[in-house]
């Protein structure tokens, strides 16, 4: 990132204290300081992307990356809720990015294949995987992390409103298909989609 002119690099992330060796990680891979808001229970996008917000508001960052889903629940909603939050433009599922003074230009990818996009700083970009090889992290740069700033809050300390939580009723597994029938040639097919009342 420093040679996308940042000053400083700030990873943060919510959940229990054990995300405390994710953000270890990421200070070992250069980052340089670490902020983890604790919270017990299911963490929704929502309340996450309030977290980021209130963060937002102390730190002041030009660029905000984000992955573009989460591994539990697979929403894909935190990066795009942030922005709004923030009325911020975003780039979402980018897989290359380029950092000018003032525009982000980022590589998306989009079901036809891949657009382009520009979006004035400061921006919210969701990450795909192929965005970065991440660092290999060697032991005097995790050494080193242990000495780097790690702060540790509550979601009480940021004033941040939790929303009413989502609540999984009820699911059931979907009715069992019967199985295909194979048809001669065209004219047996049209009869049997006709005998079926779809033609």
């Known amino acids: 990132m420093a040679a996308c002119g940042a000053e400083e690099v700030v990873v943060a992330t919510v959940g229990p204290a054990d995300c405390q060796q994710q953000l270890r990680t990421a200070l070992a891979m250069g980052a340089d300081r670490a902020i983890l808001v604790e919270t017990g229970g299911a963490v929704q996008p929502l309340l996450v992307a309030r977290v980021f917000a209130a963060i937002q508001a102390r730190e002041q ?8 889903q989460a591994i539990d629940d697979d929403c894909n909603q935190t990066g795009q809720m942030l922005a709004a939050l923030l009325d911020r433009p975003q780039a979402t599922f980018t897989s290359k990015l380029e950092i000018t003074a003032q525009q982000a230009r980022a590589v998306r990818e989009v079901d036809a294949g891949l657009e382009t996009i520009e979006v004035d700083l400061p921006a919210v970009i969701t990450v795909d995987l192929r965005l970065n090889e991440p660092r290999f992290v060697k032991m005097p740069d995790i050494m080193k992390a242990k000495r780097k700033p790690l702060e540790v809050l509550k979601t009480d300390a940021l004033k941040v ?30 009869a049997a989609l006709k005998q079926r009342g779809i033609l």
């Open 61 to 68: 960052a030009g660029l905000i990356l984000l992955g573009k």
């Open 161 to 190: 409103e939790a929303p009413t939580a989502l609540q999984t009723v009820a699911y059931e597994t979907p009715p069992k298909r019967s199985a295909g029938a194979k048809v001669k040639d065209v004219q047996e097919l049209v």
